[in-house]
């Protein structure tokens, strides 16, 4: 049994339609973008979406339609588009640490990467929890300072009844490994009219669409990107976002056999935390172990043919290129990434997948008498 970390579900449904929006020739942004945006605006109870060709294209949109520069807090426990984007934007990204159990950035750690240069938090959902944004949200507008949301890994999680990506700007990631997928593809979400206005200029070269005198005239207002989702990508979006409840459902049930079977193993295994009023995606499902035999359970997976990783390790801050832009000491974030293990979860495992994954972890305790 070959066991992949994860795995897109994707069936007839999809591949009909995006077959049948090929044929129509209209290949580029087209009809199924305006559906995959409404539906997702419906979805998430938000006024405007704007479907792109990634989420870290999401995130330099966010950035960008701040108007201004500065510095950005954001976690270093995360992947390193979130750093990227926030360079490539001329800004200067502030490395804060983490809580060990939520995996989330932590607001006491915020509280102390404030400065006067501050104008934007990013957060990142980790794995598919949700930030706590209740307490970021009051903070941050105390502090007269706007949220972008990292929702790569979140689609379909809330807090209270709250979707994420819908207390900031959000961003959301359609890559293969997330809750649905276009192949490649983003979402960027906001309430803001002025946002939803200047990202859908800033995505299509800079065009302003208001200015036409006459039907050939394409008039550019600001410098822009081709951003832009494709037609069959909007199309197949529209149909994954349909099962969204289904997929989810599928990651909890496995989610919750993980727990329930990997608690009995160890005490020295932590399962995933959800706080209560939180809902979890389980776009990833990661446990923590001792740091001292996270390398060797990680290799003797992957000599059991099941694909495991650590997300992530190693964490921004301490990579090579982005050294320079850490002031402070992350304790958690550096703990968390030596034990961290990412176990195979996707909508479609089976059980039996599922049990041979736990029955492979628990005879790697066993051999080694732990």
């Given at each position: 049994m070959k066991i992949p970390l994860c795995k897109p579900s994707i069936d007839k449904n999809e591949i009909n339609l995006v077959t049948k929006t090929l044929r129509s020739n209209w290949l580029t942004h087209g009809p199924y973008n305006v559906k995959f945006e409404e539906l997702f605006n419906k979805k998430l109870n938000t006024k405007?979406?704007?479907?792109?060709?990634?989420?870290?294209?999401?995130?330099?949109?966010?950035?960008?339609?701040?108007?201004?520069?500065g510095e950005i807090i954001i976690p270093s426990f995360t992947w390193v588009s979130?750093?990227?984007a926030v360079l490539n934007c001329g800004s200067k990204p502030v490395f804060a640490d983490i809580d060990y159990n939520t995996r989330n950035i932590d607001i006491n750690s915020i509280t102390k990467c404030i400065t006067k240069k501050t104008i934007a938090i990013i957060v990142v959902h980790f794995a598919g929890?949700?930030?706590?944004?209740?307490?970021?949200?009051?903070?941050?507008?105390?502090?007269?300072?706007?949220?972008?949301e990292d929702s790569a890994e979140t689609l379909g999680a809330k807090i209270n009844n709250k979707y994420t990506g819908t207390f900031g700007i959000g961003c959301f990631s359609f890559f293969p490994t997330k809750n649905i997928t276009t192949t490649e593809g983003g979402m960027l979400t906001t309430n803001n009219k002025?946002?939803?206005?200047?990202?859908?200029?800033?995505?299509?070269?800079?065009?302003?669409?208001?200015?036409?005198p006459n039907f050939w005239h394409r008039e550019a207002t600001l410098p822009g990107h081709n951003f832009r989702m494709p037609n069959h990508l909007a199309a197949m979006g529209y149909i994954q976002l349909k099962k969204i409840a289904k997929?989810?459902?599928?990651?909890?049930?496995?989610?919750?056999?993980?727990?329930?079977?990997?608690?009995?193993?160890?005490?020295?295994?932590?399962?995933?935390?959800?706080?209560?009023?939180?809902?979890?995606?389980?776009?990833?499902?990661?446990?923590?172990?001792?740091?001292?035999i996270r390398n060797k359970l990680l290799n003797f997976l992957k000599k059991n043919n099941i694909e495991a990783s650590a997300h992530f390790d190693p964490p921004l801050h301490l990579q090579k290129y982005l050294k320079k832009f850490n002031k402070n000491k992350l304790y958690t974030t550096?703990?968390?990434?030596?034990?961290?293990?990412?176990?195979?979860?996707?909508?479609?495992?089976?059980?039996?997948?599922?049990?041979?994954?736990?029955?492979t972890v628990n005879k790697f305790y066993k051999l080694n008498n732990l």
């Open positions: 405007y979406s704007i479907a792109m060709n990634s989420c870290t294209s999401a995130l330099e949109c966010a950035i960008k339609s701040l108007g201004i520069k979130t750093a990227n929890l949700p930030c706590d944004m209740n307490k970021i949200s009051k903070f941050c507008k105390s502090k007269n300072i706007k949220i972008i002025r946002t939803y206005n200047f990202v859908k200029k800033l995505i299509a070269h800079g065009i302003d669409k208001n200015i036409k997929f989810n459902n599928a990651r909890k049930k496995i989610a919750n056999l993980y727990n329930s079977e990997l608690s009995k193993i160890s005490n020295k295994i932590r399962v995933p935390y959800v706080p209560s009023g939180f809902t979890h995606s389980y776009q990833m499902y990661t446990i923590t172990v001792e740091a001292k550096e703990k968390l990434s030596r034990e961290i293990l990412t176990l195979p979860i996707f909508p479609d495992m089976s059980k039996k997948e599922v049990n041979y994954v736990i029955k």
